[in-house]
């Protein structure tokens, strides 16, 4: 008898992103429920945000957006693909629920739990990697077009932009919303569905 496909995520994302984060950890809890497997991808609010008309404050915090995504590619370059999600799981923690918003800080401690060479740090001050920073960014983009943000997650090969969570679903719960999510992404004619937020994200 064939084993049935197992169902396949592929998740693109910027680990300054709350909303991103949300979504990653929900993904985590619908790996504990269903069986999938998730493969993760850099993509940078950094490069989409290039040659827009931003406001100052944020096209400084667009500027800055570099180093983190630069240092999470050079690692997967230099030491695998295994890399992203441990620097991502690492880097979110500290952004997202320790509140650490010194870039700087957060990719040392993150190079050091993950186990990786602190010289790494020095990837986010190049352009090193940046041809396969923007390989990786636009291959994610490519899907969903580029009126978008983070996440970008396709399922089962259909991607969307999202969806845009601002609690993290837990146990069945979460399973629940990924088999909703997958129905809507199996009909090719579907693009669209979305609602103003009233909420600001939550982590816990």
Request: charged share 25%; with cysteine; aromatic share 10%.
């Amino acid at each position: 008898m064939t084993e049935p496909a197992k169902n396949k995520a592929d998740f693109w994302f910027d680990p300054l992103c709350p909303f991103a984060w949300i979504t990653s950890r929900w993904i985590g809890e619908v790996e504990a429920v269903r069986d999938i497997a998730t493969e993760w991808h850099v993509m940078s609010l950094a490069v989409l945000n290039e040659g827009r008309d931003l406001e100052p404050s944020y096209r400084e915090s667009m500027d800055n957006a570099w180093g983190i995504v630069r240092v999470i590619i050079a690692a997967q370059e230099e030491h695998g693909k295994d890399t992203v999600k441990a620097l991502y799981d690492a880097m979110g923690t500290l952004i997202h629920e320790q509140g650490e918003k010194d870039r700087d800080t957060v990719i040392r401690k993150a190079l050091a739990e993950c186990g990786l060479p602190a010289t790494l740090a020095g990837a986010a001050t190049t352009d090193a990697y940046d041809r396969q920073l923007r390989a990786s960014h636009g291959e994610g983009i490519s899907l969903v077009g580029q009126d978008v943000g983070t996440p970008v997650v396709a399922f089962n090969g259909t991607a969307f932009f999202g969806p845009v969570l601002t609690r993290i679903p837990r146990g069945e719960e979460a399973g629940k919303l990924w088999d909703a999510t997958t129905v809507i992404a199996s009909y090719p004619h579907f693009f669209e569905l979305k609602r103003s937020r009233t909420e600001r994200p939550e982590f816990n």
